[in-house]
């Protein structure tokens, strides 16, 4: 006879293997083997292979969190790419203003002014991400529309702060956040556990999925709407100024023409993760899951195809969303 | 259709996706022994296909397979595209048209190939010394110098003029404004160099923009490649092809067009074809350990100038050079090796 636990144990692992998360842990084995199969030099093996998928999949990772969240209270963030030269710009130029001729001169920082240009960046994200919530709650426009604005002018604007030139960010300490490789890995660790737990473990979470899930049925609840959309934008423009540091470091300079379309990336990502464009489902597990998927597989198709590999990752990356987007919802359908 | 029937689909169409465009790739069993080298540019413009045809025939001639992957003119994306070179053990060696050499994104990571062992070059755009072994392309400054001459003779009452190039901190970019400026001499005052980020319909509108704010321009000079048929097509949408003089480098097709129906007075043609053949030879030179084989293409100082020559249309009296060639004969040229740009 077995006990209750042995049972309940039984029961959860059968549950796990019927979620989403259990779904894509098994595609990304699957993508993994099939590309280091079919590569003639296996390079998926190779710890440099290792590294390349986790620093891309890094910053994906950061930036889908965040579409997701946005997604999953049933929102939509356009101005990601944006977002990510923007307030590059804004940290190369606070590093230049506060560093001056020690950072021209390629000398040591110090620590204030990488602490302090950092802070102010990430406080402009945030300010960013505030406007995104005006614009939609007090001035009720669309999130698409709202976000496809700032998505044109933020980019703008970053062109007019340089003066449309790039501006140096090559400081050794400032630039570690990228170079060295388990600096983003712990930042996306920290990311993912505090969103999680977010989503998941508070009131916040719940009522954010309530919001996705029916905005009028939240509102007539009692849940403060504008407070829950200033948290999901907010933390969406925040993770997005996180990776514009991170790129800012990755290219030594602030860039306005860096990080054009990865807003397309971040919410194919969270999408292929299982969250829903209609607002009210996804997980932000599901979401890092879905960055791998995606980033083993754009990675991987220059392994396996050896000339004119470029030329096929967006058909890749095509395929990929649609089948899950096609899917998510036959699914949907059958439940 | 639960959880991991959809999974198994999407792998397989991944699959198949995966397996159908292999197709294109080498035969199977030619590809393990050979070295494989990597090119990639720093924007993605018909200029590079003559650069493809030239990796193709010294691919061919040398034994080696060789990939040329486009980048979309961004910094990011050539940090993207060394990257993942990087994680390809079978990469020997790798040909970079350095988008910014002040980038230390771009710099680090060519560092990074050569630490691993692998060969890397500059072509086209060169990059910091310590960061490739060789340089291989048009000696920009120089290039300049000679187009600045032409305009020099163009105007010889000198005049503003307006310059239009994709990325103005860009080496290649930089030397080529400067030669221009130096070769056309004090009467010619390039009063704005205007930058689109290689986005060719933004290449289009700085056109426009100019001779609608500065209507006593003289003259228009395309930086690179794609902002020749910008030029061309927004001066001729304007009507105003008789009032200005228009000077450019490489030769598009459109380019081509336009030097062949008068539409632009001279351009500064590099030679791509060469620079991927020669680039591509010295790869297996290096990767072969041979050293002589190396030194004869790049000379000691490893750099190897690939010459520039001035186009102008079959009629034009105005421009002389030693370099210069008439369209006809440069046409002819470019059938022999079936390339439609250089």
Redesign the interface.
């Known amino acids: 006879m077995s006990s209750p636990n042995i049972l309940g144990g039984q029961r959860a692992w059968r549950s796990f293997l019927g979620t989403q998360e259990f779904g894509l842990t098994l595609a990304n084995l699957i993508a993994w083997g099939i590309i280091l199969a079919l590569d003639p030099q296996h390079n998926f093996a190779s710890l440099d292979s290792a590294r390349l998928l986790l620093r891309e999949g890094v910053l994906l990772g950061i930036l889908a969190i965040g579409a997701a969240i946005v997604i999953i209270a049933g929102g939509i963030d356009l101005s990601v790419g944006s977002v990510i030269a923007f307030t590059g710009v804004v940290c190369a130029l606070l590093l230049r203003a506060f560093g001056g001729e020690s950072l021209a001169a390629h000398q040591a920082l110090p620590f204030w002014i990488l602490l302090t240009s950092i802070l102010l960046t990430l406080v402009t994200g945030l300010l960013v991400g505030a406007f995104h919530t005006l614009l939609v709650v007090k001035l009720d426009l669309p999130p698409f529309i709202a976000t496809l604005g700032t998505l044109a002018g933020l980019r703008s604007l970053a062109k007019v702060l340089s003066n449309d030139a790039k501006i140096p960010a090559n400081n050794d300490a400032f630039r570690a956040l990228y170079t060295i490789w388990w600096v983003p890995t712990l930042i996306l660790v920290f990311v993912l556990l505090a969103t999680a737990l977010l989503m998941r473990r508070t009131k916040v979470g719940r009522h954010l999925y309530a919001l996705g899930g029916n905005e009028e049925a939240a509102r007539l609840s009692g849940l403060s709407v504008g407070q829950l959309k200033l948290i999901a934008y907010s933390t969406a423009a925040l993770l997005s100024t996180v990776v514009g540091i991170l790129y800012a470091a990755r290219q030594g300079q602030g860039d306005a023409e860096s990080a054009v379309g990865y807003e397309l990336s971040a919410i194919a990502a969270a999408v292929v993760g299982g969250c829903n464009l209609r607002g009210g489902i996804g997980t932000v597990g599901g979401t890092v899951l879905g960055v791998t998927f995606l980033t083993i597989v754009v990675n991987g198709i220059a392994n396996v195809i050896k000339v004119d590999s470029t030329q096929w990752e967006g058909l890749v990356m095509g395929i990929v969303l649609i089948l899950a987007v096609a899917v998510n919802r036959f699914r949907k359908e059958k439940d | 259709?639960?959880?991991?029937k959809?999974?198994?689909?999407?792998?397989c169409?991944?699959?198949t996706?995966?397996?159908c465009?292999?197709s294109?790739?080498?035969e199977p069993g030619a590809?393990?022994a050979r070295p494989?080298f990597v090119f990639i540019s720093n924007s993605n413009s018909p200029f590079w296909d003559a650069v493809r045809v030239g990796l193709d025939n010294a691919a061919k001639e040398f034994n080696v397979?060789v990939?040329?992957?486009?980048n979309?003119?961004?910094?990011?994306g050539q940090?993207?595209?060394l990257?993942?070179v990087?994680?390809?053990?079978?990469v020997k060696g790798v040909m970079v048209s350095v988008v910014?050499p002040?980038?230390?994104?771009?710099i680090?990571q060519m560092k990074s190939l050569r630490a691993?062992g692998v060969h890397v070059i500059a072509v086209d755009s060169d990059g910091p010394m310590e960061s490739r072994e060789a340089y291989i392309g048009t000696n920009n400054l120089e290039a300049g110098r000679n187009l600045g001459k032409a305009a020099a003779q163009l105007l010889p009452q000198g005049g503003k003029v307006i310059a239009f190039v994709g990325i103005?901190?860009a080496q290649n970019a930089q030397e080529r404004v400067n030669g221009f400026k130096e070769g056309a001499g004090a009467k010619i005052q390039v009063i704005d160099v205007m930058?689109d980020?290689s986005d060719v319909n933004k290449a289009r509108r700085n056109v426009a923009a100019a001779l609608q704010n500065h209507r006593d321009v003289k003259m228009l000079v395309g930086i690179w490649s794609y902002n020749a048929p910008a030029i061309v097509d927004e001066v001729k949408a304007a009507g105003k092809r008789s009032k200005l003089k228009l000077v450019t480098f490489d030769a598009e097709p459109n380019t081509l067009l336009a030097l062949k129906d008068g539409m632009l007075d001279v351009t500064a043609v590099q030679n791509p074809y060469r620079m991927a053949y020669l680039g591509v030879k010295v790869l297996k030179a290096m990767v072969d350990g041979d050293q002589p084989g190396v030194t004869s293409v790049v000379g000691e100082n490893g750099i190897k100038d690939t010459g520039v020559r001035l186009v102008v249309p079959d009629d034009s009296k105005t421009v002389t050079s030693e370099f210069l060639v008439r369209f006809s004969d440069f046409k002819k040229d470019l059938d022999a090796k079936g390339l439609t740009s250089s």
Not at chain 2, 6 to 11: D, G, L, T
């Open positions: 259709m639960n959880s991991r959809y999974w198994i689909v999407m792998a169409a991944m699959l996706t995966l397996a465009s292999t294109k790739g080498p590809g393990g494989r397979e990939e040329l992957m486009r979309d003119g961004s910094t990011g940090i993207r595209r990257e993942q990087g994680a390809q053990r079978e910014e002040s980038a230390s994104g771009i680090d691993k103005r901190s930058e980020s």
